[in-house]
């Protein structure tokens, strides 16, 4: 009898392999098509979230409830974008709580995870509206707590990244085919170094033209410093990592330590191209719509990674078991609604953020920075706590 509805929810969910997607949306049964329609939505606030900061202030002048701004229309702006972002959380977080735990396939709350649609929008488009008709001073206290939940959103984010990238350097070596694993992974190892390097040459060209422009060089110099210490970690004998990790992991910090200086307003003659330009330009625009699919594909690819968070690896999957953590998918979700926000406004609520410009603001670049140093701090305690664990078991015995 178990094995008989065991099958059955297997086939309730392979739905879409036999019929079209627009049959499986109405019918709401299969939950690795509920991923996108959730990510779609997140890309529907971000994008509201976006269109009332830049072009809704003339409409929110209207708003009686918002006058404890008064009348600033960067403010008004700022706002607009923590309310997007508020029913975007309170959305996902209520989908969380609703769906945390579930473990199989046949239970209610799966279908509720991947069905029910309809329901589900008209309660999104409330959880939308519902914030701005609050006062400023619930959303301003939303704003002080949305910088923590961000802050959480970039950790999980990082741990993700660097287990994916522990994952694939054991991938590449395995015991069988060595010598041919080997050949690929330095290339592709030393195709990453190659591009770290190039990246912090371009930076000290473009970034740091002057020597007046010691921040920047500090920043590109202490990311160069990073690269060579993962390197040297992840090379000694008794950790022997390999070279490809460090090599990843430094495509990563240049990224953010590039992202960082990016970041910069643009005073001085040390930021080239910089994201805040005085005129909206072609490039402008299509860095804008980058930054955008990032974050939506950022949180999707992490809401889904739920196995590294895992504290029994060894755990094995059921046919019958969810496929991902529901609840840990809407929780990042929800984290990540904080996150646009933040990024909208320049992680400052009282930061003047031009059109078509996303984190911009030196708080900020100073938020990248400090990503960038808990990235190596988490991959080099990665690293080392196998070794530190054995030790002390060695002691106790």
């Given at each position: 009898?178990?094995?008989?509805?065991?099958?059955?929810?297997?086939?309730?969910?392979?739905?879409?392999?036999?019929?079209?997607?627009?049959?499986?949306?109405?019918?709401?049964?299969?939950?690795?098509?509920?991923?996108?329609?959730?990510?779609?939505?997140?890309?529907v606030?971000?994008?509201?979230?976006?269109?009332?900061?830049?072009?809704?202030?003339?409409?929110?002048?209207?708003?009686?409830?918002?006058?404890?701004?008064?009348?600033?229309?960067?403010?008004?702006?700022?706002?607009?974008?923590?309310?997007?972002?508020?029913?975007?959380?309170?959305?996902?977080?209520?989908?969380?709580?609703?769906?945390?735990?579930?473990?199989?396939?046949?239970?209610?709350?799966?279908?509720?995870?991947s069905?029910?649609?309809?329901?589900?929008?008209?309660?999104?488009?409330?959880?939308?509206?519902?914030?701005?008709?609050?006062?400023?001073?619930?959303?301003?206290?939303?704003?002080?707590?949305?910088?923590?939940?961000?802050?959480?959103?970039?950790?999980?984010?990082?741990?993700s990244?660097?287990?994916?990238?522990?994952?694939?350097?054991?991938?590449?070596?395995?015991?069988?085919?060595?010598?041919?694993?080997?050949?690929?992974?330095?290339?592709?190892?030393?195709?990453a170094?190659?591009?770290?390097?190039?990246?912090?040459?371009?930076m000290?060209?473009?970034?740091?033209?002057?020597?007046?422009?010691?921040?920047?060089?500090?920043?590109?110099?202490?990311?160069?410093?990073?690269?060579?210490?993962?390197?040297?970690?992840?090379?000694?004998?008794?950790?022997?990592?390999?070279?490809?990790?460090?090599?990843?992991?430094?495509l990563?910090?240049?990224?953010?330590?590039?992202?960082?200086?990016?970041?910069?307003?643009?005073?001085?003659?040390?930021?080239?191209?910089?994201?805040?330009?005085?005129?909206?330009?072609?490039?402008?625009?299509?860095?804008?719509?980058?930054?955008?699919?990032?974050?939506?594909?950022?949180?999707?690819?992490?809401?889904?990674?739920?196995?590294?968070?895992?504290?029994?690896?060894?755990?094995?999957?059921?046919?019958?078991?969810?496929?991902?953590?529901?609840?840990?998918?809407h929780?990042?979700?929800?984290?990540?609604?904080?996150?646009?926000?933040?990024?909208?406004?320049?992680?400052?609520t009282?930061?003047?953020?031009?059109k078509?410009?996303?984190?911009?603001?030196?708080?900020?670049?100073?938020?990248?920075?400090?990503?960038?140093?808990?990235?190596?701090?988490?991959?080099?305690?990665m690293?080392?706590?196998?070794?530190?664990?054995?030790?002390?078991?060695?002691?106790?015995?």
């Amino acid at each position: 009898m178990e094995n008989g509805e065991s099958s059955s929810s297997n086939e309730r969910h392979d739905v879409c392999k036999d019929d079209s997607c627009s049959r499986q949306f109405s019918n709401g049964s299969n939950p690795w098509m509920a991923r996108y329609v959730y990510g779609l939505i997140f890309l529907v606030s971000t994008l509201l979230a976006w269109t009332a900061r830049d072009y809704g202030s003339n409409a929110l002048m209207e708003v009686k409830r918002l006058r404890g701004c008064e009348d600033s229309r960067d403010c008004l702006g700022a706002e607009a974008v923590l309310r997007v972002s508020l029913g975007c959380f309170t959305f996902f977080i209520t989908m969380f709580f609703s769906t945390v735990g579930t473990s199989k396939l046949d239970e209610p709350r799966d279908s509720w995870h991947s069905g029910w649609w309809s329901a589900k929008i008209v309660m999104w488009i409330a959880f939308t509206t519902i914030p701005f008709l609050l006062p400023s001073g619930i959303i301003k206290l939303y704003g002080e707590i949305a910088h923590f939940g961000a802050g959480v959103f970039l950790l999980i984010q990082l741990i993700s990244i660097i287990s994916f990238i522990m994952w694939l350097n054991d991938h590449c070596r395995p015991e069988k085919s060595a010598e041919r694993c080997q050949i690929y992974l330095m290339l592709l190892a030393t195709t990453a170094y190659v591009v770290c390097l190039g990246g912090i040459i371009l930076m000290y060209i473009w970034y740091a033209p002057e020597p007046s422009c010691i921040l920047n060089i500090f920043f590109i110099t202490s990311t160069l410093v990073l690269l060579q210490l993962m390197t040297s970690v992840s090379l000694h004998p008794k950790v022997n990592a390999g070279i490809l990790t460090p090599g990843l992991m430094g495509l990563y910090v240049v990224f953010i330590c590039w992202c960082a200086i990016r970041s910069e307003p643009t005073e001085g003659k040390c930021i080239r191209n910089a994201g805040a330009t005085d005129k909206t330009d072609w490039l402008t625009i299509i860095s804008f719509v980058v930054a955008v699919l990032a974050i939506v594909i950022a949180t999707f690819s992490t809401g889904i990674d739920s196995k590294c968070f895992q504290f029994r690896k060894d755990r094995t999957h059921g046919q019958d078991d969810v496929p991902y953590g529901y609840g840990f998918f809407h929780f990042v979700f929800a984290t990540g609604a904080m996150y646009f926000a933040m990024l909208l406004i320049g992680w400052n609520t009282h930061l003047s953020m031009k059109k078509w410009t996303i984190d911009v603001g030196w708080t900020s670049t100073w938020v990248r920075i400090v990503n960038e140093l808990l990235a190596v701090c988490v991959y080099l305690w990665m690293l080392v706590a196998p070794l530190v664990w054995k030790c002390r078991q060695t002691e106790s015995t």
